[in-house]
């Protein structure tokens, strides 16, 4: 079993800068692909980051068009946290974040995706 947990939501003004960041604990996995996603009321959830592994070659990171060079995603994979900074908000970016983690449990045989419980980001304008 994976547990993550999540922090740094929060309101901020338009324009502002928000952190947030996400710890995997548990035992028994190995963490694949670590992403951040984002609901707003009335609206599907969507990825917002992500960020591989990368093993010997390195991470690559991938971006959702509307946050892209706004928000930076990355990962420190001794500690199993993943953050995301989010800088130039924009009310748009109003929603729930979720943390996802893509990872392989060795008792299970078998890959799992894990979610956090979510965070609230508002921004006001």
């Known amino acids: 079993q994976v547990q993550l947990v999540e922090s740094g939501g929060g309101l901020v003004q338009a324009g502002g800068s928000l952190r947030l960041s996400c710890a995997a604990s548990?035992?028994?996995?190995?963490?694949?692909?670590m992403g951040w996603y984002r609901q707003a009321p009335g609206k599907q959830r969507e990825l917002v980051a992500a960020?591989?592994?990368?093993?010997?070659?390195?991470?690559?990171?991938n971006y959702a068009d509307s946050v892209k060079g706004r928000f930076t995603i990355s990962r420190d994979n001794a500690k199993n946290t993943v953050s995301l900074q989010m800088n130039s908000l924009k009310p748009e970016d109003t929603a729930v974040y979720y943390c996802?983690?893509?990872?392989?449990?060795?008792?299970?045989?078998?890959?799992?995706?894990?979610w956090g419980q979510g965070t609230q980001v508002t921004v006001s304008s």
């Open positions: 996802n983690v893509g990872v392989y449990e060795y008792s299970r045989i078998q890959h799992n995706d894990y």
């Open positions: 960020i591989t592994n990368g093993g010997t070659t390195g991470s690559t990171t």
């Open positions: 548990g035992s028994g996995f190995a963490i694949n692909r």
